[in-house]
């Protein structure tokens, strides 16, 4: 399979958990490094700790965020960003 230059795979995770974190995470809770680059080493993080979910439509990327309204799985994507925040924190990358 050959992709074309309109083909895109996204993870939807992407937004889901940037979003989280804007939402949830940064509101409540002082970081003590909030440069973007302690921010984006969070994200990423919690990405690599999440399950991914890709998809190459926009259809399916709706369906996956629709999926994540859900307050479990906001939850555990709070968790996972509360873990990350900790890492980070103990060991900034800078």
């Known amino acids: 399979?050959?992709?074309?230059?309109?083909?895109?795979?996204?993870?939807?995770?992407?937004?889901?958990?940037?979003?989280?974190?804007e939402e949830h995470v940064l509101p409540n809770r002082a970081l003590k490094c909030d440069c973007d680059k302690c921010k984006l080493d969070i994200i990423v993080l919690t990405l690599n700790h999440v399950k991914p979910h890709y998809t190459s439509t926009q259809v399916g990327e709706a369906y996956i965020k629709a999926l994540y309204m859900n307050t479990q799985m906001i939850s555990d994507v709070i968790q996972e960003l509360a873990r990350s925040v900790l890492v980070v924190e103990q060991k900034p990358n800078h």
């Open 1 to 21: 399979m050959q992709l074309t230059g309109e083909t895109q795979i996204l993870n939807a995770m992407e937004p889901i958990v940037h979003s989280i974190f």
